[in-house]
């Protein structure tokens, strides 16, 4: 099945080592994006690619990065983790066909502790 | 500064009635509204959309409402069933953007 994988599903880091979680697709879609969720807090977009167009958002952190090596994985480091990045993140795609809308599909999530 | 806005965090609905979510935005310029459904360990999925030019959109059990002047939507599920227990977010876009808005989600309990 065509899917989106995220590694680890669960990650412990101890506070200001760096981490790397990574996101992979099977579905070959070119736009690719990194969320943060918090408990009961909105999925909130950090950046996303649109092929190897890079786009951050505004209020992103220096302290979260990503690299897209190629179509197929995309990843997220985060440079020196705080206690307030513990959360959720969730990798999603999406494929650009020209319609109106793209549906984003989101691989399960890594969920990051930071000690 | 919460765009999209869902502001019931749970709702309880007896197996077979109608569930009904609700979500209220902010932005003008949104004109591509989404419910997503999400079940523990899983990443959302998406359950519905409907454009800007619609007020309804109806696929299956589910029919999602759009109030453009109230700026509102609304989820209905009926008759609901126990696997529709799972987080629902609603979310929006707008001027063909490749981004979406999330709000909070509701948690919705099928009761038996």
């Known amino acids: 099945d065509a899917m989106v994988i995220q590694n680890p599903r669960y990650q412990v880091t101890q506070f200001g080592k760096p981490v790397t979680l990574s996101c992979s697709q099977t579905l070959n879609h070119n736009v690719m994006y990194w969320y943060q969720q918090k408990s009961s807090q909105a999925p909130k977009l950090l950046f996303h690619y649109y092929d190897k167009d890079f786009n951050n958002e505004a209020d992103t952190p220096d302290n979260f990065q990503s690299r897209r090596p190629n179509t197929s994985f995309c990843f997220l480091d985060i440079r020196s983790p705080g206690l307030g990045d513990a959360a959720m993140y969730l990798c999603a795609t999406s494929r650009d066909d020209g319609s109106y809308y793209n549906e984003q599909f989101f691989g399960p999530g890594t969920r990051l502790t930071v000690l | 500064d919460q765009q999209v806005k869902q502001n019931s965090p749970s709702l309880s609905v007896q197996e077979g009635r109608i569930s009904i979510l609700n979500c209220d935005y902010t932005?003008?310029?949104?004109?591509?509204f989404l419910w997503y459904k999400k079940y523990p360990a899983e990443g959302p999925t998406f359950l519905i959309s409907?454009?800007?030019?619609?007020d309804k959109n109806e696929d299956g059990r589910f029919t999602v409402f759009l109030n453009k002047s109230a700026k509102h939507l609304s989820l209905h599920i009926v008759p609901s069933q126990p696997g529709d227990s799972a987080v629902y977010f609603c979310a929006a876009s707008g001027n063909r953007d490749d981004k979406i808005i999330f709000g909070k989600g509701t948690r919705l309990h099928i009761l038996p």
């Open positions: 932005n003008s310029m949104f004109d591509y």
């Open positions: 409907i454009s800007s030019i619609k």
